[in-house]
């Protein structure tokens, strides 16, 4: 599976950003897909993730809340709206793709998407 990483850029905090992913295969469904993140000096951080179906969503403690991730089988495609953003979310966003329900044990990886929040 290709993953296709898009939306980042530059926002005040408290702005909004929508990320997008889009996966290269039909078989988008199949795969339960994430958000992890990744700031400067720091190691990836999991963010969110949905299941095959879209029912169900989990989500780091940090951006619960304010973060919404959503997908769209039809398109093949994985959303991450974020809301209320704080400058310590500025990091390397990546979204990926996994047989099974994790948090860690992904076995597709975007390109990621830099987003910087400036106070």
């Known amino acids: 599976v290709q993953l296709q990483a898009s939306g980042g850029g530059l926002v005040q905090a408290e702005g909004s950003l929508r990320l997008s992913c889009a996966a290269s295969r039909r078989t988008f469904s199949s795969y339960v897909m994430g958000w992890i993140r990744q700031a400067p000096g720091k190691e990836r951080e999991f963010v969110a993730r949905?299941?095959?179906?879209?029912?169900?969503?989990d989500y780091a403690d940090s951006v619960r809340g304010r973060f919404t991730i959503s997908r769209d089988n039809a398109k093949d495609t994985v959303y991450l709206q974020m809301n209320s953003l704080k400058p310590e979310d500025t990091a390397v966003y990546y979204c990926?793709?996994?047989?099974?329900?994790?948090?860690?044990?992904?076995?597709?990886w975007g390109q990621g998407t830099q987003v910087t929040v400036s106070s």
């Open positions: 949905i299941s095959k179906s879209g029912s169900s969503t």
């Open positions: 990926a793709a996994a047989v099974i329900n994790t948090r860690t044990l992904w076995d597709y």
